[in-house]
């Protein structure tokens, strides 16, 4: 019989990993959160990314394949304080091709608000996540 309507057969894991090795992602200046913030997030993506067999272009490479565009902002509740976040991601032509977003809720720390009561856990966390959804997109989206 033949496959059902809608039926989505499972990506070639060697084919992703073949779209991965392939990937030079450049990660643009994050917009909106504080650069002590923006530091272990930053880092965190370029372990993350080394995991995931992904290489990072440097702001001046030429042959990026994907840039990142990143736009945060908090919001401090009671005792807890949440990042949103929005990811952009183009081609080197400047066509937005895909969105991740998503918002990372965490107890704040310092008991400050806004970006000093974020702890760098919170951002190393959305780091892991926006690797992690780029390559689940982009090998879902090779071949």
Known sequence: ????VGATTPAN???S????SKTRLQIAPIVGASVEAATPLTAELQ?????RGITLAGSADQAATHVLKGYFSTMTEGKDTTVIYVWD???????RLHRINGQQKAPSVNAAEGWPAVAPATMQAI?????????????????
């Open 1 to 4: 019989p033949a496959p059902a």
């Open 13 to 15: 894991p060697a084919q």
């Open 17 to 20: 990993a073949a779209a991965l």
């Open 47 to 51: 372990t993350r990314a080394k995991q």
């Open 89 to 95: 991601v183009y081609d080197p032509a400047g066509n």
């Open 127 to 143: 780091a892991d996540q926006t690797i992690d959804q780029f390559a689940a997109w982009l090998g879902g989206s090779a071949g």
